[in-house]
């Protein structure tokens, strides 16, 4: 059974960091993309970031700038580094890698970002 689970979350003020880390429990070099996505409370889940197996990356227009997403394949983990927090970043984080035609999540971790 392919797991994927996210780490790092926290409570942060306007402007910090943090870096989340989600890890397989597969090398993710079997997977053809990892990807992060949030949800706030009331809100419909929405895509943050990608990298693909080829190790191109896109994120969206709304993080780009601040968020970066990187790989590590001896710990099997993809981290998000999320820089200059606001408090619209609020949201749980989940992350989601595509195994051939199946795509496995991650449970989230929290982040709050205070004002």
């Known amino acids: 059974q392919v797991q994927l689970v996210e780490s790092g979350g926290g409570l942060v003020q306007t402007g910090g960091s943090l870096r989340l880390s989600c890890a397989a429990s597969?090398?993710?070099?079997?997977?053809?993309?990892i990807a992060w996505y949030r949800q706030a409370p009331g809100k419909e889940r929405e895509w943050v970031a990608i990298?693909?197996?080829?190790?191109?990356?896109n994120y969206a227009d709304s993080v780009k700038g601040r968020f970066t997403i990187s790989r590590e394949y001896a710990k099997n983990t993809v981290y998000l580094q999320m820089n200059d927090l606001k408090p619209e970043d609020t949201a749980m984080y989940y992350c989601?890698?595509?195994?051939?035609?199946?795509?496995?999540w991650g449970q989230g971790t929290q982040v709050t970002v205070s004002s």
């Open positions: 989601k890698g595509d195994l051939g035609a199946r795509a496995y």
């Open positions: 597969e090398s993710i070099l079997s997977f053809n993309d």
């Open positions: 990298i693909r197996s080829g190790a191109s990356r």
